[in-house]
């Protein structure tokens, strides 16, 4: 019997705090009609100084694990996709499995930047087609507040904190129906945090660097290449598809996507005006909030696709 993973349940959290545009007029010099007319965002989530990723990731997964109706003790494997772990180590999907409260299940992260959410679901549905593993919990969760250089206009208006998550259930019928992942490192230099730890000590500058041109630029093209390879491979046309998932970083790349496509703004979830771009988990935060509020209903094609740092893209395509 052919082994496919299903979607059985959405989960998503946003910390509390929200910081509009209009607040970061106040600290940088910048306007809220600059930051929407060029990215579509409006506001964003911050963290509380004690909110860490895998707080975050707990809120999303539990809800996410109310959704499918699972247990977190029948999870036999969790993802955790994040560019703001924690710690160096343990990893973030190992403080999870702990906050859970749940022992054994194998747990690890995945770092592909705001492709992480696409990374970590196709790992998965692989694990998954083995036949060894019957409810895996896949979760994308960010701190950028973390990472950022709050004096730097270009960068600091763009990003957001929150989790999303889902529960990937063993079925016989898809479920998810192909998935394609790429990576370039040789476009490392135009987005990066290029810090690290060494010797007690921080190394190079752990904040977000961009060249904004050159990452919208790119963006627009391999995002319209994956989405056409993984359509081929999953043998949909574009006409099927019910729903289109892009990451959520600027409303012109999601737009300019969509046209390549042929698919009309209003069969495309966008939650950048409110949520601003949450790297890894601006895809599963879209898809929670479109099955929540009744867009995205079962048996609907949709097709998740990310791009992000390293470069690294990818896209998913699924059955609900
Ligand atoms: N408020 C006001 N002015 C600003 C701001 C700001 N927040 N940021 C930059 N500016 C100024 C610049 O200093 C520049 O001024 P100058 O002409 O006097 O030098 C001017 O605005 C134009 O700057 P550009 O960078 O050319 O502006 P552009 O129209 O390209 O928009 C933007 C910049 C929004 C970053 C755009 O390039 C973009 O969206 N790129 C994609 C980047 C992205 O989405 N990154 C997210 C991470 S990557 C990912 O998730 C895939």
Known sequence: MTVFSRIAGTGSY???KV???RDLEGSVDTSDEWIYSRTGIRQRHVAAAHECASDLALMASRRALD???????ALDLIILATTTPDMVFP???CILQAKLGVKNCPAFDVQAVCSGFVYALTTADHFMRSGQYRNILVVGAEVYSRILDWEDRGTCVLFGDGAGAVVLQRSDKPGILATRLHADGSHAHILSVPGTVSGGKISGRPLLQMEGNAVFKFAVRVLG???EEVLAASGLAKDNIDWLIPHQANVRIIQATAKRLGLPMDKVITTVDLHANTSAASIPLALDVAVRDGRIRQGQHVLLEGVGGGFTWGAVAVIM
């Open 91 to 93: 990893s973030t999907a």
């Open 67 to 73: 959704a499918a109706g699972v247990g977190a003790d």
């Open 14 to 16: 946003l910390p509390a």
């Open 225 to 227: 290449e994956v989405a």
């Open 19 to 21: 910081l509009t545009n």
